[in-house]
């Protein structure tokens, strides 16, 4: 379902004058508006379509109706999603939860809406109907050379599943590892996975990128085989150019610093992707910007900082990647939600003094450097945001735009009550 343009305008044009009257004020403030409007128009983030159904937890789920039905459902709802906020121009897509049987059409229906694929998702943490051996005992990290030979061509078949649709990168995230000490040899769990690694890297097109995502524990809960940044990056060394670690907010251990985490795969030309949402406790999955804004903008400032340190572009040369499910929200809405938390930190991050800052670290000027970053972070960036999303056609506010026609009442009209998307 789309929202019909003019309904877009009458929203804008009711909302306009508050809007003028707020970026104003901020324009008046901010001497590099104009880079900064720019930069936020072509920031595009990859919404994952197993977040557009309800989530769970090993509890239970709460579907609240409307759900896509289908692929072509899930690219729908990101199209919606994007003519609202005009920031989330891509999907990245799960196998086999989203096997794209017929690559032509859905290409085609992706494109009506100004989408394109970004990385693909395999999954070697669930076994599938019909599958031959099964992934109870790891997947690449496998004592049995014939569950690792099942991964590994799983791995390349996402891969040629990628290239029909366009996409130009692969993220590996294995659930491998060990629930009780002693139940795995760690050198030996490594060395297989490396090796499937490789053989899927040699898969490779050779203008692919693997991403290899680290997560400290879950479901295994003693060992994981690609547990941390230190992990992944040993895996991405030893693989090739190709090969990138991912981060994902969540799975890291309590307080880990991740902006420094960041900043230093990105000095080491290593930063690939990158998953957004936040978490109080470990793979939470929580909207982005939900529990802790400030590190996030933190997270942002080392981005921004680190990509100019090498001449990246911000938007092209990393994967930007939302993973988050909901359990108590309407998708659509938390991922509205998420998108904007995302733009607003990067906005930020714009903002900062980074002459300044450095010269303040030359000091030590300890207090100074910290004004510097908070005076960014306090700034009210809102209407800047907005105006990109203005500018570029999209709504003033979308999640009240999303509300006031009442898409979700709209989606489980057409679509039922009782849908379930594909996904965990
Ligand atoms: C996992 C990982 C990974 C994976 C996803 C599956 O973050 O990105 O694709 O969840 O739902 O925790
Ligand atoms: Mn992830
Ligand atoms: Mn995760």
Known sequence: MLIEKYKIAEHNDALMATHRRAFDYIAGEI??????????????????????????TRFGRFPGGGEPRSLEEKIEDVGLLHQLNQSSGAISLHIPWDVPSNAAHIKAVAAQHGLRFDAMNSNTFQDQPGQQHSYKFGSLQHVNKAVRKQAVEHNIEVIRHGVELG????????????????????????????????EIYAALPDNWKV???????????????VGDWGQSLLYANKLGPKAYSLVDLGHH????????????????????????????????????????????????????DGMDARGMNHNTDLGWMIDASHNVKDPLEDLLQSVEAIMISYAQALLVDRKKLLAAQQDNDVVTAQEILQQAFRTDVRP???????????????????RSEKVRANLVQQRGLKTMATGL
Not at 167 to 180: I, K, N, P, R
Not at 293 to 300: E, V
Request: hydrophobic fraction near 45%; charged fraction near 15%; include cysteine.
């Open 211 to 225: 991403f290899v995502e680290y997560k400290a524990a879950e479901p295994n809960f003693y060992s994981t085989t």
């Open 384 to 402: 800047l945001v907005a105006a990109a999303r203005l500018q570029a056609g999209g709504a003033l506010q979308p999640l009240a735009l999303y």
């Open 167 to 198: 996409s130009e990168a692969l993220t590996v995230w294995l659930s491998d590892g060990s629930c009780f000490p002693g139940q795995l040899n760690f050198r030996h769990a490594f060395q297989n996975t490396l090796e499937g690694l490789q």
């Open 31 to 56: 001497p590099q508006t104009t880079e900064i409007l720019q930069r936020l128009a072509a920031f595009q983030v990859g919404i994952p379509s197993w977040a557009l159904g309800t989530g769970g």
């Open 253 to 304: 251990l309590p307080n880990a610093n991740i902006e420094q985490i960041v900043s230093l795969l990105l000095m080491e030309g290593k930063l690939g992707g990158f998953h957004f949402n936040d978490s109080k406790f470990g793979d939470d999955d929580l909207t982005v910007g939900s529990i802790k804004p400030y590190q996030l903008f933190l997270i942002f400032n080392e981005l921004v």
